[in-house]
C-alpha cells in the first residue's frame, strides 16, 4: 500500500509546455525530496524541503521549481518543457530525524 | 563530499545460487548505508539500513549486507536467489548528523536472473 503518490505515471508533453507533476504523502513526513533519474542512471537530488514554506536545491541543477504550501504535498513544475528534461522524476519523503526515505512510483516524463 | 560506488553495473546469477553486490562510500562522518531495489518503472522500495551497531543487517526478502568500516563497504548478500530478484539494486548513504540534504546513491547494479 503506497502512502506517497505521484501522478502522472507516465507524461509526454510538446515542447514549451507547462507542466506540473504531483507528489502527495499521508504519513506526516516533514521532509520531501524530488530525485531526477535517467535510464540506467544514478538518482541525483534536484529539490528537498524541510517542511511547509522550505525549497532548497539540491545537487544537480535543475530548471524546474517545488513549493511546499501545505505539508503533504510537494508539486515539482517545469515552466517549459524542454526534450532535455526527458527523464524519470522520483518523490520521496521521511520523518525529520530519520534518514528512511519512502519513495513514490514515479513519473516518467517524455518531452518531444 | 560524500559518494558512492557501485563497481559492477550488471551482475548475472543462475537462479538459486548466492549473491553479492558491492558497494563502497566515501564520507568522512560516521555514515548512515542503505540498500534499495527498483523493479521496471517502479519506485525505490528499502532493503535494509545501518545506522549503528551490528555491523551486518538483515532486511527483507532474504537479504542481509555487512558495514566494514576498513574497507569503506556495505556489500549486500543472499544465499539463494530467485527469478523475481531480477531488479536494479541501489546503495546510498546518508548524513548521520541528521540533515535534510537527500541521500547521495550509487549508480546501481542491474541484476540479470538465469533460469
Known amino acids: 500500500e503506497a502512502d506517497i503518490y505521484q501522478t502522472p505515471r507516465y507524461l509526454v508533453i510538446g515542447t514549451g509546455k507547462k507542466i506540473t507533476l504531483e507528489c502527495s504523502q499521508t504519513?506526516?513526513?516533514?521532509?520531501m525530496y524530488w530525485y531526477q533519474q535517467d535510464p540506467g542512471m544514478e538518482l541525483h537530488l534536484i529539490h528537498y524541503?524541510?517542511?511547509?514554506?522550505?525549497?532548497e536545491k539540491g545537487d544537480l541543477s535543475s530548471e524546474s521549481t517545488v513549493s511546499r504550501i501545505r505539508t503533504e504535498h510537494f508539486p515539482l513544475t517545469l515552466e517549459s518543457a524542454r526534450p532535455s528534461h526527458t527523464s524519470q522524476y522520483l518523490c520521496?519523503?521521511?520523518?525529520?530525524?530519520?534518514?528512511?526515505?519512502?519513495f513514490g512510483s514515479g513519473t516518467r516524463l517524455t518531452v518531444v | 563530499a560524500q559518494s558512492v560506488t557501485q563497481p559492477d553495473i550488471h551482475i548475472t546469477v543462475s537462479e538459486g545460487a548466492s549473491l553479492e553486490l558491492r558497494c563502497n562510500y566515501s564520507?568522512?562522518?560516521?555514515?548512515?548505508l542503505f540498500w534499495y531495489v527498483q523493479s521496471p518503472g517502479q519506485g525505490l522500495q528499502l532493503l535494509l539500513k545501518?545506522?549503528?551497531?551490528?555491523?551486518l543487517v538483515q532486511g527483507i526478502k532474504g537479504f542481509e549486507a555487512e558495514f566494514k568500516r576498513s574497507q569503506s563497504s556495505f556489500n549486500l548478500r543472499k544465499p539463494s536467489v530467485h527469478w523475481s530478484d531480477a531488479a536494479e539494486y541501489f546503495c546510498?548513504?546518508?548524513?548521520?548528523?541528521?540533515?535534510?540534504?537527500?541521500?547521495?546513491f550509487g549508480k546501481g547494479t542491474h541484476l540479470i536472473i538465469q533460469p
Open positions: 520521496a519523503s521521511s520523518e525529520w530525524g530519520q534518514e528512511v526515505y519512502t
Open positions: 524541503s524541510y517542511g511547509v514554506n522550505s525549497t
Open positions: 545501518y545506522f549503528s551497531g551490528d555491523t
Open positions: 546510498a548513504v546518508g548524513y548521520s548528523g541528521g540533515g535534510a540534504d537527500g541521500l547521495t
Open positions: 504519513m506526516g513526513h516533514d521532509k
Open positions: 564520507y568522512g562522518a560516521t555514515p548512515y
